[in-house]
């Protein structure tokens, strides 16, 4: 699971859905891996529109990562390379292989497994 | 016509093998009618558009639309994500999708900063758009669980989506599983509607402002009834965008494209 994924998705509860504090979903003991893409520099610059940029340092932060600015970059920020081949690397070469994602609203835990995250609910849940 | 992706590698005893269904998906969404639609609603819009595919099986719908975004979005750059109830699915798309957008870029002769540009986020293990962000989703594609049945088979849990789960059984505990797994690709309960209904009522709150959706349906499904309610609701449009298979004058199969109305 690519580290962009983790700004697309949320609780699978309906009723977490209008809760602020469900998104992100919190990763906890997660194992990465890096596998090698090109890097586009059009993509990233792309893709950042529709990034939550709160979500994503949020994520950053739990992953290890080194801190992400304050703010997106925009304008100039966006001709500087090394950003964007930091972002490039966050956001698609890194893969979350093994952990848990939990949800900071009803805190459950959907498992990460070979990469795979499993949001499936067990049946009380549903 | 354009290369259909390779699933060679995909074991076909719990997975949904293509068939017309599927090849009709990737007809339709290639057919130049449609890609004039979606290439005048994506080619030029920033940000780039996040493609999901939910209930993927094999992933080869989401591998093709990835592939040739060009043809399809008139864009190089496109974002993937598949969702199956089925973890297995999940592992099968992951691998049919990256590997047609490399066999594609491998193909491309055009220099490396202008070759396709698809990335597939991740496939998840989720029913339908429940693990997704409201009003998050561009594209979105559906091929259902369609076939009329007595009994909707349930949903299954996580556990039972646990490697560990599967490595334990026994042969007959196994054949017993793989039947339910398959089960829940085609069969569709009351109408063979009752998995497509949940998804259409999921479309508003899923589809971003520019949003559209592909569903498929067959002729038991009653598709001028679907269409007819997604106009009702207010707002939303819905047109037969293929159709394959004519049988006795019906045709068996059809795609409908639903979106916003356009109040600009």
Redesign the interface.
């Known amino acids: 699971m690519k580290v962009i994924t983790a700004n697309f998705v949320t609780c699978s509860v309906k009723e977490c859905k209008t809760s602020p504090s469900a998104f992100p979903l919190h990763f906890h003991d997660a194992e990465l891996e890096m596998q090698e893409l090109d890097f586009q520099p059009e993509f990233i610059r792309n893709v950042l529109p529709r990034i939550d940029w709160e979500a994503l340092r949020v994520t950053a932060n739990e992953l290890g990562f080194p801190s992400l600015p304050e703010s997106k970059p925009e304008g100039e920020a966006l001709d500087d390379e090394q950003t964007l081949k930091d972002l490039h690397r966050l956001l698609l070469e890194t893969q979350v292989m093994e952990g848990r994602l939990i949800c900071g609203n009803c805190s459950h835990e959907y498992v990460l497994k070979e990469g795979i995250a499993n949001f499936l609910l067990p049946s009380h849940l549903v | 016509m354009l290369p259909t992706p390779d699933t060679s590698h995909v074991s076909f005893d719990t997975i949904y093998e293509p068939s017309e269904d599927s090849y009709l998906f990737l007809d339709t969404l290639s057919s130049p009618s449609e890609s004039k639609w979606l290439i005048e609603k994506f080619q030029s819009a920033?940000?780039?558009p996040?493609v999901v595919e939910a209930g993927t099986g094999s992933g080869v719908v989401l591998a093709f639309t990835a592939a040739q975004s060009q043809e399809i979005f008139g864009r190089r750059?496109i974002?993937t994500?598949g969702?199956d109830?089925n973890?297995n699915a999940?592992?099968a798309t992951?691998q049919t999708v990256s590997t047609a957008i490399k066999e594609q870029q491998e193909a491309q002769e055009n220099p490396?900063?202008s070759?396709l540009?698809a990335?597939?986020?991740?496939?998840?293990?989720?029913?339908l758009c429940?693990?997704?962000?409201?009003g998050?989703v561009d594209v979105l594609l559906f091929n259902p669980p369609y076939v009329p049945s007595e009994e909707l088979p349930r949903?299954?849990?996580?556990?039972e989506?646990?490697?560990v789960t599967a490595k334990a059984m026994s042969r007959s505990a196994k054949f017993e599983n793989d039947s339910y797994f398959l089960s829940l690709t085609y069969a569709g309960g009351a109408d063979g509607m009752e998995t497509t209904n949940r998804l259409l009522n999921d479309i508003p709150g899923i589809l971003s402002s520019r949003g559209v959706a592909y569903v498929l349906l067959c002729k038991q499904n009653r598709p001028d009834e679907v269409i007819g309610r997604v106009r009702n609701q207010g707002g939303w449009c819905a047109e037969i965008a293929g159709s394959s298979g004519k049988q006795a004058g019906w045709e068996k199969l059809v795609i409908v494209r639903i979106w916003r109305e356009d109040r600009s």
């Open positions: 920033n940000p780039m996040l750059d974002l994500l969702t109830v973890r999940c592992i992951r490396a900063d070759k540009h990335v597939h986020a991740s496939s998840i293990t989720s029913d429940s693990a997704l962000r409201p998050s949903l299954p849990s996580a556990e989506n646990d490697p």
